[in-house]
């Protein structure tokens, strides 16, 4: 199985960014779509963003879509969600997660094989 491994979250204060990492353990990382999801406590995991096998594509929830961005750099088999302007609504475990399977809308759990660990960013007011 494909292992994802996170890193870059933190506690930061309302206003401030994080860049997360995703690193990846397979040579085949090109072929993978991929997504980010936050679960916060006591909530349901929910999708914030993800992009396609080729890079051309990017996703968004709505409700980040100006301040978050997705983007892969396939020499280093790692993808990065850039957080800007942080709210504390934004506090929750970070999720990353790869597929090989082309045709999936990559806005659901079940569209993903892989899943990280998760990696806990914390914004407080």
């Known amino acids: 199985q494909v292992q994802l491994v996170e890193s870059g979250g933190g506690l930061v204060q309302a206003g401030d960014s994080l860049r997360l990492s995703c690193a990846a353990s397979?040579?085949?990382?090109?072929?993978?779509?991929i997504g980010w999801f936050r679960q916060a406590p006591g909530k349901e995991r929910e999708y914030v963003a993800a992009i396609i096998w080729s890079g051309t594509s990017k996703y968004y929830k709505t409700s980040v879509g100006g301040r978050f961005t997705i983007s892969r750099d396939n020499a280093l088999n790692t993808v990065y969600l850039q957080m800007n302007s942080l709210k504390p609504e934004d506090t929750a475990v970070y999720y990353c997660?790869?597929?090989?399977?082309?045709?999936?809308?990559?806005?659901?759990?079940?569209?993903?094989?892989?899943w990280g660990q998760g990696t806990q960013v914390t914004v407080s007011s």
């Open positions: 997660a790869i597929t090989p399977t082309t045709g999936r809308g990559l806005k659901l759990r079940d569209d993903y094989d892989y």
């Open positions: 397979t040579r085949f990382f090109t072929d993978y779509s």
